[in-house]
T-cell receptor, first 119, second 113 residues
């Protein structure tokens, strides 16, 4: 089945530094990937949609200069949290869309998530 | 806009009890509906899905039927196990060309032996 690998699974960084999170589709090509943020005991909030070879589409209220998304290939999307601050501490999850046997059977596979703690 | 309203938790049941987690939605057109499960510290796993009205998704003893007339997709299981303890999310994808998922708030389920 479709597998998405997300790294790192957890990271602790100092305030003011940048952190890169990678999301790879291992056995399929992902033209579209999604980045979510999840606060403790809350639902997932979509941050942005990235399409291979083009600029990401950010949701309202998400700072594009702070959360840099790059989708340079069909199997890799990265999220860089720039100049991180303690309020950026959260659980970040990526998701890739795959077509399965066709458009009528499209689905989503999620990475295992990255817990970011900014100190 | 599109939205998903999900039964609030937490829900605590005894092992072998019957489970229902309610989910209703608002969307234009004909959305696809999903249930995802999240175990502690992990990402989301697809539990089941339905892509058109009256479809029934099923997996691991869980079932949900896409009811267009009531705009609902309630999750059910006849006999829960301790290993079913997790957070369950109802979600919809509005249509092709707008594939982002809209999630409900999640329901934390705890099964006690």
């Amino acid at each position: 089945g479709a597998v998405v690998s997300q790294h790192p699974s957890w990271v602790i960084c100092k305030s003011g530094t940048s952190v890169k999170i990678e999301c790879r589709s291992l056995d399929f090509q992902a033209t579209t990937m999604f980045w979510y943020r999840q606060f403790p005991k809350q639902s997932l909030m979509l941050m942005a949609t990235s399409n291979e070879g083009s600029k990401a589409t950010y949701e309202q209220g998400v700072e594009k200069d702070k959360f840099l998304i790059n989708h340079a290939s069909l199997t890799l999307s990265t999220l860089t949290v720039t100049s991180a601050h303690p309020e950026d501490s959260s659980f970040y999850i990526c998701s890739a869309m795959h077509l399965g046997s066709g458009w009528s059977n499209y689905g989503y596979t999620f990475g295992s998530g990255t817990r970011l703690t900014v100190v | 806009g599109d939205s998903v309203t999900q039964m609030e938790g937490p829900v605590t049941l005894s092992e072998e009890a019957f489970l229902t987690i309610n989910c209703t939605y608002t969307a234009t057109g004909y959305p696809s509906l999903f249930w995802y499960v999240q175990y502690p510290g992990e990402g989301l796993q697809l539990l089941l899905k339905a892509t058109k009205a009256d479809d029934k998704g099923s997996n691991k003893g869980f079932e949900a039927t896409y009811r267009k007339e009531t705009t609902s997709f309630h999750l059910e299981k006849g006999s829960v196990q301790v290993s079913d303890s997790a957070v369950y999310f109802c979600a919809l994808s509005a249509s092709l060309g707008n594939e982002k998922l809209t999630f409900g708030t999640g329901t934390r389920l705890t099964i006690i032996p």
